[in-house]
């Protein structure tokens, strides 16, 4: 039985994105596979007005759904560090999470530190050893670039450790 897993990084310019698959031989979880299906960004321009940029993350997010069709969506939590950066990111998060009403797709949320410790076994490891863990958990040669796309797969390989 395959399960795919959407991971997404909330943000206003970049919306990071991680799929992956897993795939259970048997009975046994721990006979499970995970393979990665896909990574990227979803950027707007910050020429844009709100609004359209807003609507571009809308339309993408929908189309990105279409494309992947994935039974889970996990999504890093807000992570308040400057209070007009924060606001931005929880503009792009409510799209999100309409869009994922409107799909009626089930998702769950992890911390940073939820997503760090998961992944290397430190709530307070670094970005870089994070990246690290993605890329050899998914058996890839290099670490998945932009730096958001890889925090998806993060996100992705959080639920999947999760279930």
């Not at 890093?76 to 309409?98: D, H, N, P, W």
């Not at 997503?115 to 670490?143: C, F, H, M, P, W």
Request: charge should be negative.
């Amino acid at each position: 039985m395959e399960k795919r897993i959407l991971g997404l990084d909330p943000g206003l310019a970049i919306l990071g994105f991680g799929a992956i698959t897993c795939t259970q031989s048997s009975t046994k979880v721990e006979h499970t596979t995970v393979n990665m299906l896909d990574f990227g960004i979803i950027r707007t321009s910050a020429d844009a007005e709100m609004g359209q940029r807003l609507c571009t993350l809308f339309d993408d997010l929908h189309a990105l759904i279409e494309e992947l069709q994935p039974d889970l969506v996990a999504i890093e939590k807000l992570f308040f560090y400057r209070m007009s950066s924060t606001i931005l990111v929880a503009q792009a998060r409510g799209v999100l999470i309409l869009v994922l009403g409107q799909r009626r797709l089930p998702y769950v949320e992890f911390t940073p530190a939820q997503i760090k410790q998961a992944l290397t076994g430190y709530g307070n490891a670094d970005k870089s050893e994070v990246q690290e863990a993605v890329a050899r958990e998914l058996d890839l040669d290099e670490i998945p670039k932009p730096d958001d796309a890889a925090d998806a797969l993060a996100v992705a390989l959080t639920a999947f450790y999760q279930m």
